[in-house]
Nanobody, 114 residues
Framework: VQLVESGGGLVQAGGSLRLSCIAS????????LGWYRQAPGKQRELVAD???????NYVDSVKGRFTISRDNAKNTVYLQMNSLKPEDTAVYYC?????????WGQGTQVTVSS
């Protein structure tokens, strides 16, 4: 299984970015795709995830600003990030949770300037 992210970059506060992640390889029908982030000196945290059936979770700090979605036919997950804040600056990692383990992308940098 391989996860390839794209869409990170530098944006001013209040701006928007859209992250994409394509999963390839043997993908079972029961799985959850998600986005985590890790800022310097901090632990990696879940930003949002979405099951194949469409069940969604968000961390409180991004509710109302970020939207996660997926295209099951393309094994792709998206993260639309609006109203970005400097505290959203981090490396964002795509995650595939599929028994019996988790898979990770290489990460994409998101930097929000004030």
């Amino acid at each position: 299984v391989q996860l390839v992210e794209s869409g990170g970059g530098l944006v001013q506060a209040g701006g928007s970015l859209r992250l994409s992640c394509i999963a390839s390889g043997i993908i079972y029908s029961i799985n959850t795709l998600g986005w985590y982030r890790q800022a310097p000196g901090k632990q990696r945290e879940l930003v949002a995830d979405i099951s194949r059936a469409g069940s969604i979770n968000y961390v409180d700090s991004v509710k109302g600003r970020f939207t996660i979605s997926r295209d099951n036919a393309k094994n792709t997950v998206y993260l639309q990030m609006n109203s970005l804040k400097p505290e959203d600056t981090a490396v964002y990692y795509c995650n595939l949770r599929m028994w019996p383990r988790d898979y990770w992308g290489q990460g994409t940098q998101v930097t929000v300037s004030s």
